[in-house]
């Protein structure tokens, strides 16, 4: 039947109902200070729990100018397999300071980025964060107007602030754990490392700059891309070479997925015959028998840090490295005499 539908109570309902202005009523509701005593404060509190009143937040926003909401726009974050502690951690920031994430996906094609951002900012959104599920350097947005913008798991040239990984240390970390257990020989890298990838590059700083400290080198490196397939190629190649590595860096977890595939069909186990550490702390990392000792990235934390950054007080630092927790697990042995 036409016009049964339950019509929606106004602000105006409740004030009449309490008996105070429609004035008072809003500073109640919104939670804002105002001289109001205890017992009015309740009664309008009461009556609007009795009428099941709903504020109106498209209205509010219009006339505040403040959604209460944050946009977030990535590559493929949500639908891929990277990243959605990203989303996770800057979810809970945000409800943490009483926002709302709204998580669009560009599907790395600049121009939906672009109508995304726009989309975002029309909706009045309190910043915007930019992410990618893995990191990477990106062109500069487009569409921000004079919105707040942070860049997450990503650069720009522009000037807006990034929060990453601090993947040089994270390789110092991973040779480290090689160092401590007294590798001294065979000390093989896995996966490509082209200037264009920053976790490949920087994570080969810091394992060069760790292993020189020790005056120790990478003896070989078998250039793959980061997959199992690649990795399990060259390695299984190299074996049939008559290569023997007592101690493998895999760049990421699929890389020593592969490398695990190899050593195994040549004979050699992890850790007895060759120690592997590698990157990411992925499911793989725990999945893999033996147990992947593996350097993890700090999605969660990245995302928090993305979210309190945007809606700080202070101006955030250009750019914040998060340092990678090192995973401990049963990949790593001392080398057998």
Same mark, same amino acid.
């Given at each position: !039947? %036409?016009?049964?539908? %339950?019509? %929606?109570?106004? @602000? &105006?309902?409740?004030?009449?109902?309490?008996g105070v202005s429609p004035t008072t009523a809003s500073f109640v509701l919104s939670g804002r200070d105002m001289r109001v005593s205890e017992e009015t404060r309740q009664r309008v509190l009461r009556t609007a729990r009795e009428l099941d009143y709903r504020p109106n937040l498209a209205a509010r926003s219009l006339r505040t100018r403040d959604s209460r909401t944050i946009g977030l726009v990535a590559d493929t974050i949500a639908t891929g397999h990277y990243g959605g502690e990203l989303i996770r951690g800057s979810l809970r920031a945000a409800? %943490?300071?009483?926002?709302r994430l709204l998580v669009c996906e560009s599907e790395g094609d600049p121009g939906l980025q672009t109508a995304l951002i726009e989309d975002l900012v029309a909706r009045q959104v309190a910043g915007l964060v930019v992410a990618t599920s893995s990191h990477d350097r990106v062109a500069t947005p487009r569409g921000v107007g004079g919105q707040p913008v942070v860049l997450l798991n990503c650069r720009s040239d522009a000037s807006y602030p990034s929060i990453v990984p601090d993947e040089v240390a994270g390789g110092r970390a991973?040779?480290?754990l090689i160092v401590?257990? /007294?590798h001294r020989e065979g000390i093989w890298l896995v996966g490509e490392t082209p200037t264009r990838s920053l976790p490949g590059t920087a994570r080969l700083a810091g394992i060069e700059a760790t292993?020189?400290?020790?005056? @120790?080198?990478?003896? $070989?490196?078998?250039?793959?891309?980061?997959?199992? $397939?690649?990795?399990?190629?060259? !390695?299984?190649?190299? @074996?049939?070479?008559g290569g023997r590595p007592r101690a493998v860096l895999c760049l990421n977890d699929?890389?020593?997925?592969?490398?695990?595939?190899?050593?195994? /069909?040549?004979g050699l186990e992890v850790p007895r015959d060759v120690s592997v550490v590698s990157f990411d702390d992925s499911e793989l990392a725990s999945w893999l028998r033996?147990?992947?000792?593996?350097i993890?990235?700090? $999605?969660?934390? !990245?995302? &928090?840090?993305?979210? /309190?950054? @945007?809606?700080?007080?202070e101006p955030p630092p250009a750019e914040q490295l998060v340092p990678m927790p090192v995973r401990v697990r049963d990949s790593v042995a001392p080398p057998v005499a």
């Open positions: !039947m %036409r016009g049964a539908g %339950r019509q %929606r109570v106004r @602000l &105006r309902d409740v004030a009449d109902k309490a409800l %943490r300071s009483g926002h991973a040779a480290g401590a257990a /007294e292993l020189a400290d020790a005056g @120790l080198v990478i003896e $070989e490196q078998l250039s793959c891309p980061w997959w199992p $397939e690649g990795a399990y190629d060259v !390695m299984a190649d190299a @074996l049939a070479r699929r890389i020593a997925f592969g490398v695990y595939q190899a050593l195994g /069909e040549a033996p147990r992947l000792t593996s993890a990235l700090p $999605e969660f934390e !990245m995302g &928090r840090l993305a979210v /309190e950054s @945007l809606l700080g007080t």
